[in-house]
């Protein structure tokens, strides 16, 4: 018979024979050949060389690939990608952040520029800083001198000619238009007027060649923080780039240095079995060897049989023991025997009125 232990791992094998010695011979040359059959299905031949060939192979990829990973790192100047690609885009946000604000910074320029430039149109250009009104000295001075030629002429000619003698008329009348044209020149003074650059405009000009100038340096400043931020988005490109090609490489390298130290604890496992096998060793264990029983095993049938058989003359023994140690009398003939002398009546136990009026009885 052959079951196994409930909630272990072992197993029990019972062999019954008449001959104990075989019994015993026969579980034994079980016991042999089990281990056999064990490490036989459990430990195949051949292991130890294919794991030692796996494990070769494994060790030759794991070089190969660290020899990849040392000439990328040195080919490429790369130590940690990963590290300097995150300071390129804090760079790259930095001058990102700047660029927009040299855009900003050109474009408030320009629209300043406008501002002004419209205002500028707007304002006078220029306005009048002094009023001067003085007396036209050159003419009056050119009048009053030919009106006393005119009368040195005059009274010349009244000396010659009669006061009606038509040259004498001319000249008084030539004289009447030079004092007219005196008293026009002393009522209309000469006015000078002094104008000058407005201020507004000056401050204006100044404030448009300014913001002209901040708008070209901003421009030039976006330029040059956008040819930046190129180069770092470039960079910051290239070492992604490598960051993946370096991460395959360290990938390619971890999966052969574990498949390497995989079939390298697979081969010592296997050698030790080897070895095991060769000194006929095995993890099968026998718990309890068998051994010639001293006395031999009774069978259950006859167990049966005699428990029934002690069983019935215990059961027996007992009951006459009991009755023979009851003090009470049961029957008239008991007391009558005990007592020698003759019962004349006896009691019941109970009554059949008794009963039914006790059951009556509320």
Do not use: C
């Not at 009398?329 to 008794?354: C, H, N, Q, W």
């Not at 009026?357 to 509320?362: G, H, V, W």
């Amino acid at each position: 018979m052959i079951e196994p232990l409930k909630k272990t791992a072992l197993i029990r094998v019972v062999y019954a024979s008449r001959d104990p010695e075989l019994s015993a011979r026969v579980l034994r040359t079980l016991a042999t050949l089990y281990q056999e059959k064990h490490a036989a299905v459990h430990r195949p031949t051949g292991t130890f060389g294919f794991f030692d060939q796996q494990a070769s192979r494994y060790e030759a990829e794991l070089v190969a690939g660290e020899a990849r990973l040392a000439n990328f790192d040195n080919r490429e100047d790369v130590v940690a990608p990963a590290a300097q690609k995150q300071m390129i885009l804090e760079q790259l946000g930095q001058f990102e952040t700047q660029w927009q604000q040299d855009r900003a910074g050109a474009y408030g320029a320009e629209r300043r520029a406008l501002a002004l430039e419209q205002q500028a149109a707007r304002a006078p250009e220029r306005q009048t800083t002094q009023t001067m009104k003085t007396d036209n000295g050159e003419l009056l001075a050119q009048l009053q001198s030919t009106l006393l030629s005119l009368e040195l002429k005059h009274s010349e000619m009244l000396a010659k000619y009669e006061p009606d003698y038509p040259l004498v008329k001319e000249l008084e009348a030539e004289i009447a238009d030079a004092r007219k044209a005196i008293g026009q020149a002393e009522q209309s003074p000469v006015e000078e007027v002094t104008t000058d650059r407005a201020p507004v405009q000056d401050w204006l000009a100044t404030e448009l060649a300014k913001a002209e100038t901040d708008r070209a340096q901003f421009e030039a400043e976006a330029t040059a923080t956008a040819r930046t931020v190129r180069d770092y988005r470039e960079a910051a490109q290239q070492l992604d780039r490598k960051e993946r090609m370096q991460d395959d490489l360290v990938r390619g390298v971890k999966t052969a240095e574990n498949n390497y130290l995989l079939y390298q604890r697979k081969r010592e496992e296997a050698r030790i079995s080897d070895a095991l096998d060769r000194q006929r060793i095995v993890n099968v264990l026998i718990a309890q060897a068998a051994t010639v029983p001293a006395l031999p095993v009774l069978h259950l049938g006859w167990l049966l049989i005699g428990g029934f058989f002690t069983a019935g003359i215990a059961s027996i023994g007992v009951a006459y023991a009991v009755d023979r140690l009851d003090p009470s009398f049961r029957t008239p003939d008991e007391l009558s025997r005990y007592l020698d002398v003759k019962v004349l009546a006896s009691i019941p136990t109970s009554l059949p009125g008794m009963a039914e009026r006790s059951e009556e009885t509320p």
